[in-house]
């Protein structure tokens, strides 16, 4: 076998060593909080009480943030067709991450970046607390996203 056609078998291995390497997002994404813009509205993500995100399921795609739920829910509700995405909330009260399926949300008056007043919570007693004291109503992600759709029509 000559040099070239080796250092070509050697080029080509690499290159497929490294595009299986390839690590998509798993996990909730770091926002750089006053830097990253919510890429629903565009304005800067600076509130982690009300922070959301998506991750894209392509490797190469980049998660995306928002500043408010209700940001996220336009942007899904606009972008049917570009899921399935694992979507990851803060809670309004511990400041972590959590996935939607392990989230209640609370329709509330308080107040968020964008006005949709929606947190999402995961403790079941924080929930049940800032319903009461926001007069609001608890709901699922599946809840969200289907009034969110009624609402646009």
Same mark, same amino acid.
């Given at each position: 076998m000559s040099t070239w056609l080796r250092l070509l078998?050697?080029?080509? +291995?690499?290159? +497929?060593a490294a595009s299986c390497n390839r690590q998509s997002v798993i996990g909730p994404p770091q926002i750089r909080y006053?830097?990253?813009a919510c890429t629903g509205c565009g +304005?800067?993500?600076?509130?982690? =009480?009300?922070a959301a995100a998506i991750i894209n399921p392509d490797p190469d795609g980049a998660?995306?943030?928002?500043?408010?739920?209700g940001c996220l829910?336009?942007?899904? =509700?606009?972008?049917?067709?570009?899921?399935?995405w694992t979507h990851y909330f803060h809670d309004a009260t511990s400041h972590q991450?959590?996935?939607?399926?392990?989230?209640?949300?609370?329709k509330t008056s308080r107040e968020t970046p964008m006005g949709s007043g929606i947190v999402a919570?995961?403790?079941p007693s924080d929930t049940e607390n800032v319903a009461r004291a926001g007069k609001g109503a608890v709901c699922t992600f599946a809840e969200l996203?289907?009034?969110?759709?009624a609402a646009a029509r």
């Open positions: 078998m050697v080029g080509l +291995m690499l290159a +497929m006053g830097q990253d +304005m800067i993500v600076s509130d982690d =009480r009300f998660p995306l943030v928002f500043d408010d739920i829910l336009t942007y899904e =509700r606009k972008n049917p067709a570009c899921g399935p991450w959590v996935k939607a399926d392990e989230a209640a949300f609370v919570l995961q403790s996203l289907h009034e969110s759709v």
